[in-house]
């Protein structure tokens, strides 16, 4: 795949090596490179003022919706991501038609930030986000460098610009995500380096629009008070994302995902065990989405096989994959909530005893 | 005189685009790429400035062309490289090197005798613009050649 809109390197410039475009990255199907080349040239072709243009086709060319699909089927959930998602790629697509007919367009802002609880996924998807603006052609390179507030603030006087400006130079071609963005700003120490971060950030925010692209995350209503102490940092980020806290449903099609692809799999009895641990995982404290739930799946295995260790025995392929309703039932959580239940006369444990309301997923059984 | 030095000398001044073009291929070779500037032309000096520490970790041409924009804006009238170091065992060496800024006026060289004993001759170059004390060769005026100039887009610190 070439750089399309990119000058043509002059005599006796290196062809454009194809990292980067590895196996890994080709699209699935061995048609769509072949179908790539043979629409290509024609997409360069400029347009006459009274022509029309076929949308449908156009977008097969860049595989946009091969792309959000995949989308689709990676994420659960996160329909504001999705949407955004789909906003930016019928842009891309917009600006391609709008540069057939000569017509200007000018790459978009695309710095972001992204805050909703925690374990919604704003790490993962600021990581595939990168991989997607690749593909949709906004970023060069796509990679992602995640920082906290250390890798940005010096220690001493003068430390902070270059440490910055190392890992901005780091983060170009991609994606800079910076975690817990708040922290950069310390209100109660004026004399705190964070605010000449900051300051350097902007500036390469501004300046370096087509190279870099930066997503702040964190919970948000910390986030909100860091963007009222530093309004020039608001207004520069044009997507503000809010991730909404998962379902029981949406969090079991999770468990389902991480479960296939550990290799794992939930009998039917542990099905509906993990689906009633979720819900009653999810009204007690310090619950954190998807996070929560890739631990309980972590604590599941571990009591899998203290289970298996103990019984000894021949174990067959199939008794190394399943989890068994007794290791749901072991955890912590049912125990807890029996008690709450019993303290308060038998009403919630009588409710967390009966058969879940929701079916078990079906990715579980 | 023009100065040739390192890789594409034989060629006339690259632009931006083929300055990226050259770098993108080095970090995709995952050569380090660094900027150098000096304003002693001299062919032996073969040690120049550091301007930064070379960039290792770093995944797209951009930043270095922010440096070197950077690097030029502040020493218009110095000659600025970029070098490309390859860490690779059995290699260890600059892969890669060539001028990304000169100043607008190189006075040259002038060839030196000097008549040792027995009537042998010891010649030596002699660079004109290192009659001047450093900083202060070239003139402190900004440069006038335009395929050399940092374009505004790219490369204004």
Known sequence: MTVRGKPVPRG??????????GPGDAPPGGAASGEDAAVAPAADAR??????VDLAAEEQALRISQLLGRLDAEFIGLAPVKDRVREIAALLLIDRLRGRYGLTSSRPSLHMCFTGSPGTGKTTVATHMGELLRELGYLRKGQLVSVTRDDLVGQYVGHTAPKTKEVLKRAMGGVLLIDEAYYLYRPENERDYGQESIEILLQFMEAHREDLVVILAGYADRMDTFFRSNPGMASRIAHHIDFPDFTLDELLQIAGKMLEREQYRLSPAAGEAFAEYVRLRMSQPRFANARSIRNAIDRLRLRQARRLVAAGGVLARGDLMEISAEDVRASRVFRDAARAGGARGGLAGEAARAAPSQPAHPGLS | MRITQGTFSYLPDLTDDEIRYQVQYSIDRGWAVAVEFTDDPH???VLWEMWGLPMFGVADAAAAMHEVGACRAAYPGHYVRVSAYDASLGRQTTA?????????????????RQEASDRRVRYSLHAYATDQPAGERYGAGRQTDGTMAPNGARGSS
């Open chain 2, 43 to 45: 062919p032996r000096n």
């Open chain 1, 47 to 52: 347009l006459a003022v009274d022509d029309t």
């Open chain 2, 96 to 112: 890669l090197s060539f001028i990304v800024n000169r100043p607008a006026a190189e006075p040259g060289f002038r060839l030196d």
């Open chain 1, 12 to 21: 006796f410039a290196m062809p454009a090596p194809a990292t980067g475009e």
